[in-house]
């Protein structure tokens, strides 16, 4: 009987899904998953209830509805001074995830190489398995969650294809600043590979930290592709709405994989994020504050049970360290963490191929009401020392 193909045999159980089948079957509350509990702005969920009463409701144009390029477009020259061309330089996604994965299916021959920051987003290695490249990891090492330079400049070969960063990085809050940028860039530059970046916390980056996409370095803008969405910025993450911006030629590409995946997606909602993009910035800063405010609740929490905690810089995310508390193995902790205080985590090692430096590291989503954060923290003081 036919099977999985070898490559992705790795990829066939997801902790996140035996995490949130936890949490489901123990009532415990989930600080796994990050999808937010408020919704996004009353704008644009008005304009996707107009875009389906008004008949939008068949396929879309492939590369995106027009107004959703040209408001994606218009966002990119507001916010970072970068011009793109909306018709040749734009194409609209099923999320960023199809986003990345469209790009490294186009990139990417047998054999190449892709680096990758570690940890790093679980599906990076599913797709990078599925083309049939190579994952080269640099670790971001705790506790500054920093690269060494020459980890960094070893990773690049005259097999690296692409270079894969994600900033604000998940799941360690990272946020890249303009010289580690910069250092990536001139490397790849160096071996003619393809700077490819997950922006999609783009918006929700905290006081001390600024989100500098590569794409506006010198010598980047020709070689890079940014991939953001609308679910984490505009908190509809069942929307999949993404996009991905760059050189035509890239994007072309990009565009001729991502036709024989989902070939087009999310209709209705396309005109909707047009809008929000538009007209829904207040939202983005309100969004911003609460999230920051539920990060400083979780992360006061965690430290005053006993957790080793790394504020994070952007995202939705809080890395703690258990070892403090006595527990040296993160994964064997979040399967117990249900029973032990009914709250559901992530390891941090489920983000790594080497999980050693990892290994004690759990991920608290934040990006919950503060009442259900201050029921966790209560919950977790069941883990302190006694």
């Excluded at 396929?59 to 966002?75: C, D, Q």
């Excluded at 965690?302 to 905690?309: D, T």
């Amino acid at each position: 009987m036919p099977g999985l193909v070898d490559r992705m045999t790795p990829h066939t159980a997801s902790v996140f899904g035996e995490m949130t089948a936890l949490a489901r079957s123990t009532g415990a509350l989930n600080l796994g998953q990050g999808y937010p509990d408020h919704e996004g702005p009353d704008g644009m969920l008005a304009a996707a209830v107009d875009a389906v009463r008004g008949g939008r409701n068949q396929y879309p144009p492939g590369p995106g509805v027009p107004e959703l390029r040209r408001a994606v477009a218009a966002h990119q020259e507001r916010r970072y001074g970068l011009q793109v061309d909306p018709d040749s330089e734009v194409l609209v996604t099923a999320g960023a995830t199809e986003g990345f994965a469209a790009a490294l299916l186009a990139l990417c021959e047998r054999g190449d190489e892709v680096v990758v920051l570690e940890p790093s987003y679980d599906s990076y290695t599913a797709v990078i398995d599925l083309a049939g490249a190579r994952k080269v990891t640099v670790p971001l090492r705790p506790p500054s969650l920093r690269w060494d330079d020459a980890e960094l400049a070893a990773a690049f070969s005259s097999r690296t294809a692409v270079v894969l960063l994600n900033t604000p990085h998940n799941p360690t809050g990272r946020v890249l600043d303009r010289a580690e940028l910069a250092a990536v860039v001139r490397l790849a530059d160096a071996h003619d590979a393809v700077v490819l970046t997950d922006e999609v916390y783009e918006h929700l980056v905290y006081p001390g930290a600024e989100h500098v996409p590569a794409a506006t370095l010198p010598k980047a803008a020709g070689r890079t592709l940014s991939v953001s969405s609308a679910g984490k910025s505009f908190a509809c993450t069942g929307w999949k709405v993404g996009w991905v911006t760059g050189p035509a030629d890239l994007v072309t590409a990009v565009r001729t994989v991502k036709q024989h995946l989902t070939f087009v997606a999310s209709g209705p909602f396309q005109p909707a994020v047009a809008h929000a993009l538009d007209a829904e910035g207040a939202f983005l800063d309100e969004q911003r504050l609460r999230l920051q405010r539920a990060r400083d609740l979780l992360v006061e929490g965690l430290a005053g049970i006993g957790f080793g905690v790394s504020v994070p810089q952007g995202g939705y995310f809080v890395l703690a360290d258990t070892a403090p508390l006595g527990f040296d193995d993160g994964l064997d902790l979040c399967r117990r963490l249900p029973e032990l205080a009914g709250v559901v985590a992530i390891p941090v090692s489920a983000f790594c191929a080497d999980p050693a430096p990892f290994r004690s590291l759990v991920r608290f989503a934040f990006c919950k009401d503060e009442a259900v954060l201050t029921e966790a923290v209560s919950r977790l003081h069941a883990l302190a020392p006694r």
